[in-house]
């Protein structure tokens, strides 16, 4: 990231940003990025500035890191509702865990098994249907 640790006027940004063209600069990691654009935000008192002003800020942010107006605009937001510009934590989306298992409806089977007489006459084994059936994954509510 280019350290800028002079803060420019208005009228020298306005400058710099009409003098650099087509030239873009972009960004090594995301967390340099975000802490650049928070420590830019602070020097130049983003919230306090005239629209005009922020609109030139503004400006001067896209062609420094490359970010659409739109992700620019989140970042700005975040920093006025929280001082900071910061990643989100990440959080992994998991599914719950099953609570039936092939286990349990193969112990449910033998337990009923020995209960009933008439299950009993149900041929059970490693290769029958009904192991087949009962190895399944089931799902309990």
């Given at each position: ?6 803060v ?19 960004r ?14 602070r ?17 001067y ?5 490359g970010y ?16 900071h510009?910061r990643?989100p ?9 099953n ?21 009993q006459?149900i ?15 089931v799902?309990?509510?």
């Amino acid at each position: 990231m280019v350290s800028d640790t002079r803060v420019m006027t208005m009228e020298e940004l306005a400058a710099f940003l009409l003098s650099s063209g087509n030239v873009s600069y972009r960004r090594k990691r995301r967390s340099e990025t975000y802490a650049w654009i928070e420590n830019t935000l602070r020097r130049y008192g983003y919230p306090s500035r005239p629209r005009q002003e922020k609109g030139l800020i503004r400006k001067y942010l896209e062609k420094m890191t490359g970010y659409s107006p739109a992700q620019l605009s989140r970042l700005i937001a975040q920093y006025r509702r929280t001082g900071h510009v910061r990643l989100p934590d990440y959080q992994r989306h998991r599914f719950p865990a099953n609570v039936g298992s092939r286990v349990s409806g193969v112990k449910v089977f033998t337990k009923a098994r020995k209960a009933s007489p008439l299950l009993q006459t149900i041929p059970v084994g490693p290769r029958s249907p009904t192991c087949a059936r009962l190895t399944q994954k089931v799902d309990l509510p």
